[in-house]
Nanobody
């Protein structure tokens, strides 16, 4: 399995911004971010596949942006206009199946590698 290293979490006031990064130790074909808020199930946030196709949950569209570096090792999640309901542990996930395409409704089972998670707290 590929190792995923996340960074960039922290505490921010509502309306502020944070950027998360996920660096993979090997090649991946889909990289995504999920989150799990207090008392909630883990949910898909945003993802990108090898072709550059991206998807984002309706709750973050227009506020969160996903990008990757040219070496395809690091994926960035830029989070703007943060809200208290964005408070969660954010997990990076990766799929190493060659040429896999980002599903229309990504689920935990689509990913074989997971990071440890990074806490994002948005204060009101």
């Amino acid at each position: 399995q590929v190792q995923l290293a996340e960074s960039g979490g922290g505490l921010v006031q509502a309306g502020g911004s944070l950027s998360l990064s996920c660096t993979a130790s090997g090649q991946t074909f889909i990289t995504a971010w999920f989150r799990q808020g207090p008392g909630k199930e883990r949910e898909f946030v945003a993802g990108i596949d090898w072709s550059g196709r991206t998807r984002a949950a309706d709750s973050v569209k227009g506020r969160f942006t996903l990008s990757r570096d040219s070496a395809w090792n690091t994926v960035y999640l830029q989070m703007n206009s943060l809200k208290p309901e964005d408070t969660a542990v954010y997990y990076c996930a990766a799929n190493r199946v060659p040429w896999a395409v980002l599903p229309s409704n990504p689920a935990d089972s689509d990913f074989s590698s997971w990071g440890q998670g990074t806490q994002v707290t948005v204060s009101s």
